[in-house]
């Protein structure tokens, strides 16, 4: 941990002290002039907390995050204080970043003395205790409960014990608290996407009725857990629901952040629990690969979505917030109707076709449920192509029978990885191969894209190009997507006029980004670390 701008703060906070005393402050504005400019390194983001309660005595005081560009934070990270905005309850901090740009953060209580806003913030920024000697969990010696610092139900100062990680505490019997480690995924802007999940459960829940077969729905179940057991690229930590539901229809669909439901009808015609696993992989890579909330997002203006999440959390409902719960209503509605669109089709496709080669199973069962959704076609369309009703925004029908029986599979090896640097040598993208599928001439190649705050701004996905043997191969990016600082997608790239599969390693690539000068092979030994 660098200490470069530790002495400073200390300095700052020993001038301030001096110049105010030791009296409480009668309002927030006796503090602003104490915090102006100060520079600070900001603590990072444990357990996907926006809220940190902080110990005031009898005072609830807390610390809320309103940043998105700062949160949430994985390493610590160098700030300045630009602006104060002091009001009769609350501070606000507007911070500043030279890497991620700005970020607010409020605290709020009664007006402490300034010695003990010091302590304050504190628990937001390396004040005086640096990130390597802050204890982030607190035990409960007498009930062996393990919390969250930043909660508000601590035990009594004389039953604590205080830990660095959680892993400390849980090796000695310590029990996780159910409030304090609610379990979230490692991504970006979740709290948009669980908003997301909210108005698609609404018009599930209206629409369908749970299946009371409860040894099917324990089935359903448990087979879901195998496919995410045996998930072939790594998962992004979403708590996963499966369930039945009562329909003749032959459907199923996913929510985002891992609610997966299948029509009774659908299910009644999966002869064998590979069918159940090709249906329930297709499903999962929609969750997987945020389908919704990318829809969501590349249709929206950055600057009017960004703040969706803090701002319905915190009931700062507004008529621009009213305008994004407008859209989110808007893509949820035409998801539920009519499906994620061709792209993302073909997309969650090739990652369950990829599930079913790393369990050895193959694309057979695939083959047959794509069969089965033909024959209930021609039921409503005997005379039509395949592509009508709820199939219309899939891929053609017959392209996925087609596929599905005649296509190469194969996972590129865990070295294929690069990294995309800056004219300062400072890591902005990371892409990682994970498989290509051949089918005829065309092939897909599907790879993971990565990005830090050093992106800058969105940009969209464009064409790959991956030297291999000396010679030149040439990807499109199929699916038209954006990539944003500080963010994840999966990728599809295609040529549709290849010999076949990529076999020998791949020595370079070229892909345009904002801000990446070059591409570097990652070392095997890096990888395997990781």
């Given at each position: ?156 100062v004389a039953s604590r014990e205080p830990f660095h990680h959680i892993e400390d505490g849980l090796d000695i ?219 219309a925004s899939h891929p053609h029908i017959e392209e996925r029978l087609a596929k599905a029986a005649a296509t ?48 800058g701004d969105d940009d969209k996905v464009n064409t790959l190009k991956v030297r291999v043997n000396g010679k ?59």
């Amino acid at each position: 941990m660098s200490s470069r701008v530790i002495p400073t703060v200390i300095c700052f906070s020993l001038l301030a002290c001096l110049f105010v005393g030791e009296a409480s402050a009668q309002q927030w504005k006796d503090l602003e002039q104490s915090l102006e400019g100060r520079e600070f390194i900001m603590r990072p983001t444990v357990e996907g907390r926006r809220k940190i309660y902080i110990q005031a005595g009898d005072f609830e005081a807390f610390a809320l995050h309103r940043s998105n560009r700062l949160f949430p934070l994985r390493e610590s990270e160098p700030v300045r204080i630009v602006d104060t905005d002091a009001d009769n309850d609350h501070i606000e901090l507007e911070v500043v970043s030279d890497r991620l740009g700005r970020g607010r953060i409020d605290f709020y209580g009664s007006p402490p003395s300034v010695s003990s806003f010091e302590m304050w913030l504190d628990e937001v920024f390396e004040v005086t205790t640096l990130e390597s000697d802050f204890h982030r969990y607190i035990g409960n010696r007498e009930s062996r409960t393990l919390h969250f610092r930043g909660a508000n139900h601590l035990p009594l100062v004389a039953s604590r014990e205080p830990f660095h990680h959680i892993e400390d505490g849980l090796d000695i019997g310590y029990n996780r608290c159910g409030v304090c480690f609610v379990p979230l995924p490692d991504v970006s802007n979740y709290g948009t996407e669980f908003q997301l999940a909210l108005f698609s459960l609404q018009q599930v829940r209206s629409t369908y009725s749970p299946h009371i077969d409860i040894d099917r729905q324990n089935q359903f179940k448990r087979i879901g857990l195998r496919v995410l057991e045996g998930w072939p690229v790594p998962l992004k930590g979403y708590r996963y629901r499966f369930q039945v539901v009562e329909d003749d229809a032959i459907n199923a669909f996913a929510i985002p952040t891992g609610y997966i439901f299948i029509t009774r009808g659908l299910f009644d015609s999966l002869e064998t629990e590979g069918e159940l696993e090709a249906v329930l992989a297709h499903e999962i890579a929609h969750v997987e690969n945020r389908h919704t909330y990318r829809q969501f997002r590349n249709s929206q203006n950055i600057s009017r979505w960004a703040g969706i999440a803090t701002a319905i959390l915190t009931g700062a409902i507004d008529e621009e917030v009213g305008d994004i719960a407008s859209a989110m209503l808007s893509i949820t509605t035409n998801i539920f109707l009519a499906g994620h669109g061709r792209d993302r089709e073909r997309e969650a496709d090739l990652l369950a076709s990829f599930y079913l080669y790393n369990r050895e199973i193959g694309d057979k069962p695939l083959l047959n449920v794509f069969k089965k959704l033909k024959f209930n076609a021609d039921l409503y369309n005997p005379f039509g192509d395949g592509g009508g009703g709820m199939l219309a925004s899939h891929p053609h029908i017959e392209e996925r029978l087609a596929k599905a029986a005649a296509t190469i599979t194969e996972p590129f090896s865990a070295g294929e990885v690069f990294q995309g640097f800056n004219d300062r040598g400072v890591l902005v993208a990371t892409l990682r191969f994970d498989v290509q599928r051949l089918f005829d001439r065309e092939l897909d190649v599907v790879a993971t894209l990565s990005t830090t705050a050093e992106l800058g701004d969105d940009d969209k996905v464009n064409t790959l190009k991956v030297r291999v043997n000396g010679k030149q191969l040439e990807l499109k990016e199929r699916t038209a997507e954006k990539i944003f600082p500080s963010d994840e997608v999966a990728a599809v790239f295609g040529n549709d006029n290849v010999a076949g599969i990529i076999q020998e390693p791949i020595e370079s690539i070229e892909l345009k980004l904002k801000n990446v000068k070059r591409w570097a092979r990652v070392l095997v030994s890096s990888v395997d670390s990781e």
